[in-house]
């Protein structure tokens, strides 16, 4: 089974700044990875799919990259609306997993 | 548009049944891989299952493997996730979630949950 492991579990920034969220595997997933954003009451919502494609609808602000064990969501410049739990899900390997999660909080 | 909307959750005593449906609309159902996620209270996000296009493969996390069983009848359009043998540890809101065609196994819409909590 992969494990995600993401860091840091908590990011404290302000709007304006840069934010980076880490997804590191327990082997290597090439780039079959996505990212997901989730505000409190909702569902989740696709951010990034194979590891640096934005979904339909995301913000250019969004991009992810890495590849293998190493990969990497980058948010240029937070807005007040980004602030949320985000994600980051395997599909390389059965069973499918989750990473447990950055929340990112206004400082 | 799509819609994916589950339906079936409620309270039930550990040791007992449920079965959960989520009913699908606005896009080709018979050519999308479908799968079901759950979130325990305070929690992350943790895959349970998920079933190809044709039904012809199903696959499960190892905690629910044995348990859960997930179907779809692509002729109603609707995807089911039948839940025997639950514990205190199975609570959680279930999100049906529809796999995209360009990534299969990559969630591109997801529905608004449903509610199953295991409790005497």
């Known amino acids: 089974e992969i494990v995600l492991t993401q860091s840091p579990a908590t990011l404290s920034l302000s709007p304006g700044e840069r934010a980076t969220l880490s997804c590191r595997a327990s082997?290597?997933?090439?780039?079959?990875l996505a990212w997901y954003q989730q505000k409190p009451g909702q569902a989740p919502r696709l951010l990034i799919y194979?590891?640096?494609n934005r979904a339909t609808g995301i913000p250019a602000r969004f991009s992810g990259s890495g590849s293998g064990t190493n990969l990497t969501l980058t948010i240029s410049s937070l807005e007040p609306e980004d602030f949320a739990v985000y994600y980051c899900q395997q599909r390389a390997n059965w069973p499918l997993s989750f990473g447990g999660g950055t929340k990112v909080e206004i400082k | 548009e799509v819609h994916l909307v589950e339906s079936g959750g409620g309270l039930v005593q550990p040791g007992g049944s449920l079965r959960l449906s989520c009913a699908a609309s606005?896009?080709?159902?018979?050519?999308?891989?479908m799968s079901w996620v759950r979130q325990a209270p305070g929690k992350g996000l943790e895959w349970v299952s998920g079933v190809n296009a044709g039904a012809g493969s199903t696959y499960y996390a190892d905690s629910v493997k044995g348990r859960l069983t997930i179907s779809r009848d692509n002729s109603k359009n609707t995807l089911y996730l039948q839940m025997d043998s639950l514990r205190a540890e199975d609570t959680a809101v279930y999100y049906c979630a529809k796999g995209a065609s360009y990534a299969h196994y990559t969630f591109e819409h997801w529905g608004q949950g449903a509610l199953v909590t295991v409790s005497s």
């Open positions: 606005g896009f080709t159902f018979n050519s999308h891989a």
């Open positions: 082997q290597s997933i090439s780039n079959y």
């Open positions: 194979d590891a640096s």
